[in-house]
């Protein structure tokens, strides 16, 4: 497969960002505010397939110690064909000098572990009021 990657924000079409991401209950956020976080993430990756966004991540740092990748997300129609792992080996290779955190969904643990994460004994988060309830369902904490 011959895809493209991008690793800025220009010229992306952040409908196809927030309908994949909203396709795996990554965001309920409006294009609006999806477009603010990427723009808004030291690092970015896009990959687009004639011209269309099969994939995408994000990712927070301060480039010297600390990292965190958030909205990984692969179209299902593309799920199986390495996009998904270029994507996390492109963030990996590129933070190397980091302690990475990723904030994944419960079914997609042991997928991470695959590629090298290790579940951490001693996260602890603050969730907003308006989402700890549907988290809770989702089995998040």
């Known amino acids: 497969m011959d895809f493209q990657v991008k690793r800025d ?3 992306i079409n952040w409908a196809e960002v927030n309908q994949l991401l909203k396709g795996f209950g990554l965001t309920n956020h409006t294009v609006l505010e999806t477009k603010f976080a990427f723009e808004h ?5 896009f990959i687009l397939l004639d011209n269309r966004l099969i994939g995408c991540g994000r990712a927070l740092t301060d480039y010297i110690a600390q ?3 958030y909205n990984i997300a692969v179209d299902k129609d593309y799920q199986g064909q390495g996009i998904g792992k270029f994507i996390i080996k492109t963030f990996v290779d590129y933070l190397s000098k980091c302690n990475i955190t990723l904030y994944t969904h419960p079914d ?3 997928w991470y572990k695959q590629l090298g994460f290790e579940s951490m004994k001693t996260g602890m988060a603050i969730y907003h009021e308006s989402h700890i309830e549907e988290l809770r369902k989702m089995n998040f904490v």
Do not use: K, L, R
């Not at 993430?41 to 990756?45: D, F, G, I, Y």
């Open 108 to 110: 997609t643990v042991s």
């Open 67 to 69: 990292a965190a990748i």
């Open 9 to 11: 924000t220009q010229d």
């Open 41 to 45: 993430s030291q690092e970015v990756v």
